[in-house]
């Protein structure tokens, strides 16, 4: 069985936890959290150690791999001080929100060719799964439109946004990486945004909705839309637009019911709350992914690549942001 840590006990950590205490072919081994309280009480609720300091971590050789679910500026350091100490890793997105430091980070890991996988957790949905798999045999022929929709049923702290690095690296990344998972390589952005939401957050230097056209470098038109609120639920959607038919992953409600009544004709529940609702399933196939692959000796996906891709387009989606012209990637 794999021994894995996790480092970072906070709402995300604490999911990957469970999932990593509930694994049949994974052994949860020890927790982490630089607030010991935080940590304490996910040890005690899962039955495991906690450990306070990351030198436990690394000099534990029943500690194969470690789950980074930090802070982002954290990122960086914890996973080259995990490379070095010989775990395998898997960090939750994105890398950093500085480009450079991101790079920099896989100069310095690289030589010690590691075994690392990013945290995109939206590939292992099993409707985008779906999607992208019916997509890639040829059921609507090429993709020549694609639709990626995400709003958030409510924007997160002002601190938290303070520190996130911007909507576009924090929010849009998901689906920067999404883009890619659908129509591979992209060559051009042009983003718009606006502060629709809260003016706080444009006292902060960030905004709260965005659209941003994407040109994939096999033809392929994209358009991802953002809010930080939306009333209604967690707004998850895909549009795949062919040559010879329309692929479609809509919202997941609690149950599949519909009310017909002289009120309203086919009611139905709310679509759910909020990520960790939505994604439940995902969260535990991307960790069976990761653990697989580890057993396997098979290639982790998606990658550390895979994460500065995502970077760079929302690195470019700022610069197009600012500028109000369209990002030349090629």
Same mark, same amino acid.
């Given at each position: 069985?794999?021994?894995?840590?996790?480092?970072?006990?906070?709402?995300?950590?604490?999911?990957?936890?469970?999932?990593?205490?509930?694994?049949?072919?994974?052994?949860?081994?020890?927790?982490?959290?630089?607030?010991?309280?935080?940590?304490?009480?996910?040890?005690?609720?899962?039955?495991?150690?906690?450990?306070?300091?990351?030198?436990?971590?690394?000099?534990?050789?029943?500690?194969?791999?470690?789950?980074?679910? =930090?802070?982002?500026?954290?990122?960086?350091?914890?996973? =080259?001080?995990?490379?070095?100490?010989?775990?395998?890793?898997?960090?939750?997105?994105?890398?950093?929100?500085?480009?450079?430091?991101?790079?920099?980070?896989?100069?310095?890991?690289?030589?010690?060719?590691?075994?690392?996988?990013?945290?995109?957790?939206?590939?292992?949905?099993?409707?985008?799964?779906?999607?992208?798999?019916?997509?890639?045999?040829?059921?609507?022929?090429?993709?020549?439109?694609?639709?990626?929709?995400?709003?958030?049923?409510?924007?997160?702290?002002?601190?938290?946004?303070?520190?996130?690095?911007?909507?576009?690296?924090?929010? =849009?990344?998901?689906?920067?990486?999404?883009?890619?998972?659908?129509?591979?390589?992209?060559?051009?952005?042009?983003?718009?945004?606006?502060?629709?939401?809260?003016?706080?957050?444009?006292?902060?230097?960030?905004?709260?909705?965005?659209?941003?056209?994407?040109?994939?470098?096999?033809?392929?038109?994209?358009?991802?839309?953002?809010?930080?609120?939306?009333?209604?639920?967690?707004?998850?959607?895909?549009?795949?637009?062919?040559?010879?038919?329309?692929?479609?992953?809509?919202?997941?409600?609690? =149950?599949?019911?519909?009310?017909?009544?002289?009120?309203?004709?086919?009611?139905?529940?709310?679509?759910?709350?909020?990520?960790?609702?939505?994604?439940?399933?995902?969260?535990?196939?991307?960790?069976?992914?990761?653990?697989?692959?580890?057993?396997?000796?098979?290639?982790?996906?998606?990658?550390?690549?895979?994460?500065?891709?995502?970077?760079?387009?929302?690195?470019?989606?700022?610069?197009?942001?600012?500028?109000?012209?369209?990002?030349?990637?090629?």
């Amino acid at each position: 069985m794999l021994g894995v840590a996790v480092l970072g006990c906070g709402r995300i950590g604490r999911v990957h936890a469970r999932n990593l205490a509930r694994h049949p072919r994974a052994r949860l081994v020890m927790l982490f959290d630089a607030a010991s309280d935080v940590a304490l009480e996910a040890a005690s609720e899962l039955g495991v150690k906690r450990v306070g300091t990351l030198e436990e971590v690394w000099a534990d050789r029943a500690v194969e791999a470690v789950l980074i679910a =930090t802070p982002t500026d954290t990122h960086v350091p914890l996973i =080259t001080a995990a490379v070095k100490a010989g775990k395998a890793v898997f960090c939750e997105k994105p890398i950093d929100v500085d480009l450079e430091r991101a790079r920099s980070c896989w100069r310095e890991i690289a030589p010690h060719r590691p075994r690392l996988m990013m945290g995109f957790n939206r590939r292992f949905d099993p409707s985008f799964r779906a999607l992208r798999e019916r997509l890639q045999r040829g059921e609507i022929g090429r993709l020549e439109l694609a639709v990626i929709t995400s709003r958030d049923p409510a924007a997160p702290p002002l601190a938290y946004i303070k520190s996130s690095g911007g909507l576009l690296r924090d929010m =849009t990344i998901h689906d920067f990486d999404m883009a890619r998972y659908l129509a591979g390589d992209i060559t051009q952005v042009h983003a718009f945004g606006a502060n629709l939401v809260d003016p706080k957050i444009a006292r902060l230097g960030d905004i709260d909705t965005c659209t941003v056209s994407l040109r994939a470098k096999a033809g392929a038109l994209l358009q991802i839309n953002n809010s930080r609120r939306c009333e209604y639920g967690y707004d998850q959607r895909i549009e795949a637009f062919g040559a010879t038919g329309m692929l479609q992953a809509g919202n997941q409600r609690a =149950t599949s019911v519909d009310h017909w009544s002289a009120q309203h004709t086919a009611a139905r529940d709310p679509v759910l709350h909020f990520f960790i609702e939505r994604y439940l399933e995902a969260y535990r196939a991307e960790l069976d992914a990761f653990i697989t692959a580890l057993s396997e000796g098979s290639p982790l996906k998606p990658d550390f690549s895979d994460g500065l891709e995502a970077l760079r387009l929302a690195v470019a989606a700022e610069e197009s942001l600012r500028t109000a012209q369209v990002v030349d990637l090629s």
